[in-house]
């Protein structure tokens, strides 16, 4: 009988976790920004919230232009979360002082970056989890294939949508969710 106890109990807590999980906000989720403060998700409850894995060495880097330009047109309602990410070609190797550097220099960065995060395998950063697994986001699972991936939150802090690396920052699928 002891072990049909423990075997509940053993079961009670995974299903404990598992509710846990379903019910995680993004705005519980601990993120460092690049200068290695603390990045506190819940400061942007109300607004959209765009997250991108970027890279300074990718065919996609000048898409930080359209970025920017997004940041700037939609200021009051929209937050871009740029996630320097190495895992795709190793195209972004630099360290946090290289990055910020190489952001502010070649694109005036306005928004947000973040320390160096891993996107997907074992080493993947809780906010990438949550993006990209239906049991934590509730919505949908997605497979991230390369850099300046994007993922959409609403004000509330749902998932609403993710957007290939080809979809320009300014593409109206993008645009229309936010206006």
Same mark, same amino acid.
């Given at each position: 009988?002891?072990? /049909?106890?423990?075997?509940?109990?053993?079961?009670?807590?995974? =299903?404990?976790? =598992?509710?846990?999980?379903?019910?995680?906000?993004?705005?519980? *989720?601990?993120?460092?920004?690049?200068?290695?403060?603390?990045?506190?998700?819940?400061?942007?409850?109300?607004?959209?919230?765009?997250?991108? =894995?970027?890279?300074?060495?990718?065919?996609?880097?000048?898409?930080?232009? !359209? /970025?920017?330009?997004?940041?700037?047109?939609?200021?009051?309602?929209?937050?871009?979360?740029?996630?320097?990410?190495?895992?795709?070609?190793?195209?972004?190797? !630099?360290?946090?002082?290289? *990055?910020?550097?190489?952001?502010?220099?070649?694109?005036?960065?306005?928004?947000?970056?973040?320390?160096?995060?891993?996107?997907?395998?074992?080493?993947?950063?809780?906010?990438?989890?949550?993006?990209?697994?239906?049991?934590? =986001?509730?919505?949908?699972?997605?497979? *991230?294939?390369?850099?300046?991936?994007?993922?959409?939150?609403?004000?509330?802090?749902? /998932?609403?949508?993710?957007?290939?690396?080809?979809?320009?920052?300014?593409?109206?699928?993008?645009?229309?969710?936010?206006?």
């Amino acid at each position: 009988m002891q072990w /049909l106890r423990s075997a509940k109990s053993s079961l009670q807590k995974v =299903n404990k976790q =598992n509710t846990a999980s379903s019910n995680m906000s993004i705005y519980d *989720i601990e993120l460092k920004a690049i200068d290695g403060t603390s990045l506190d998700l819940s400061s942007f409850k109300g607004k959209y919230i765009l997250v991108v =894995n970027v890279a300074s060495k990718c065919g996609f880097t000048p898409q930080y232009k !359209g /970025l920017r330009k997004l940041q700037e047109q939609f200021a009051s309602e929209l937050v871009i979360l740029g996630c320097p990410c190495n895992q795709f070609g190793g195209q972004e190797p !630099g360290a946090a002082e290289e *990055i910020q550097e190489f952001c502010t220099l070649n694109y005036d960065v306005n928004f947000p970056l973040t320390e160096k995060l891993h996107v997907k395998g074992s080493k993947q950063h809780a906010l990438y989890a949550w993006l990209t697994k239906k049991e934590l =986001n509730g919505v949908k699972s997605t497979s *991230i294939l390369w850099n300046f991936y994007k993922f959409l939150i609403s004000p509330e802090g749902t /998932l609403l949508k993710s957007f290939k690396s080809t979809t320009a920052p300014l593409d109206k699928s993008i645009v229309n969710l936010i206006s």
